[in-house]
């Protein structure tokens, strides 16, 4: 499985982005995927998990701001982000997890994208 975030960039606080990602390649039936950051000299830190059944989780750090969505017929996931603040800058990665059971451990989730770059300036 390839992903392909996308969608970072500055922005100011208060504004909003919306990241993508893009699986591709062996697709499993089921699977869930989440998004996470990491900002610097911080662990990479749980966002968000969508199943393909449209269950969510979110980290409470986001809930209410933050909104997770999937298509499954393209294989995509979204991370609609609004109210920014400063503490939102960080790289954001999606990830893949081959099973439907959500859950906030990286640990568990087995593929990576390369991260995209999001700016919240104050």
């Known amino acids: 499985v390839q992903l392909q975030a996308s969608g970072g960039g500055l922005v100011q606080a208060g504004g909003s982005l919306r990241l993508s990602c893009a699986a591709s390649?062996?697709?499993?039936?089921?699977?869930?995927m989440g998004w996470f950051r990491q900002a610097p000299g911080k662990e990479r830190e749980f966002l968000a998990a969508?199943?393909?059944?449209?269950?969510?989780i979110y980290a409470d750090s986001v809930k209410g701001r933050f909104t997770i969505s999937g298509d499954n017929a393209k294989n995509m996931v979204y991370l609609q982000m609004d109210s920014l603040k400063p503490e939102d800058t960080a790289v954001y990665y999606c990830?893949?997890?081959?099973?439907?059971?959500?859950?906030?451990?990286?640990?568990?989730?087995?593929?990576w994208g390369q991260g995209t770059l999001v700016t919240v300036s104050s």
């Open positions: 990830a893949v997890r081959t099973s439907r059971i959500l859950t906030v451990r990286r640990e568990l989730y087995g593929y």
């Open positions: 390649g062996r697709i499993f039936s089921h699977y869930s």
């Open positions: 969508v199943s393909r059944g449209g269950g969510q």
